[in-house]
């Protein structure tokens, strides 16, 4: 189980956000995602491999952690950052889980 | 362009089945597994089901598991989920999304699913 804080994040463009993913059993890094999603569109890979960025990310993005805590930091936010972050891990049953989101708003 | 096309969604009544589709393009479809995920009205990300690039692995999340069935048509690039027994906590917004990971030998690492389709929504109710 992936358990995302806080469940709503309250920022001003400018500030630092930093979420929280914290899973019930360690898990590897490797199988550790973030996504970003706002309303009305599909979820959009950010972060894969714990840190790794996707392909396009801005580099004021970043995820770290390892076992069972894991964080997204952004840096600077801008107004396009405002939206719905969730975790996600691979596991062995269920395959994957998600975490139940943070809602990152102004 | 790598992209994703869900379609089939719609309204049905409890009990009922529906079949959605995935329709691939911009990379060699047989390589890559696909996933469903769906998201219910106001709720976060749901995993369903995995299919692998030959059809071999197939997995289930406990709560569709003998209700839904996903399959490929590699040859259409297609991916599809059929459900039956529908219920109106199945009501959602049903994406597929691409597999990807890197690989050294048989060891898989740095899983992620990209890129996710637009999402078709499904509707269960009388």
């Known amino acids: 189980v992936l358990t995302q804080s806080p469940g709503t994040l309250s920022l001003s463009p400018g500030e630092r956000a930093t979420l929280s993913c914290r899973a019930s059993q360690s898990v590897s890094s490797s199988y550790l995602v973030w996504y970003q999603q706002k309303p009305g569109q599909a979820p959009r890979l950010l972060i894969y491999g714990a840190s790794t960025r996707a392909t396009g990310i801005p580099d004021r993005f970043s995820g770290s952690g390892s076992g069972t805590d894991f964080t997204l930091t952004i840096s600077r936010l801008e107004p396009e950052d405002f939206a719905m972050y969730y975790c996600?891990?691979?596991?062995?049953?269920?395959?994957?889980?998600f975490g139940q989101g943070t809602k990152l708003e102004i | 362009e790598v992209q994703l096309v869900e379609s089939g969604g719609g309204l049905v009544q409890p009990g009922g089945s529906l079949r959605l589709s995935c329709a691939a393009s911009g990379f060699i479809f047989n390589d890559y597994a696909i996933n469903w995920v769906r998201q219910a009205p106001g709720k976060g990300l749901e995993w369903l089901s995995f299919i692998s690039g030959s059809s071999r692995h197939i997995y289930y999340a406990d709560s569709v598991k003998g209700r839904f069935a996903i399959s490929r048509d590699n040859a259409k690039h297609s991916v599809h989920l059929q459900m039956d027994s529908l219920r109106a906590e199945d009501t959602a917004v049903y994406y597929c999304?691409?597999?990807?990971?890197?690989?050294?030998?048989?060891?898989?690492?740095?899983?992620?699913?990209?890129?996710w389709g637009q999402g078709t929504l499904v509707t269960v109710s009388s």
């Open positions: 996600q891990q691979k596991g062995t049953s269920p395959r994957y889980s």
């Open positions: 999304a691409r597999d990807v990971s890197d690989h050294i030998g048989d060891s898989y690492f740095n899983i992620r699913f990209d890129p």
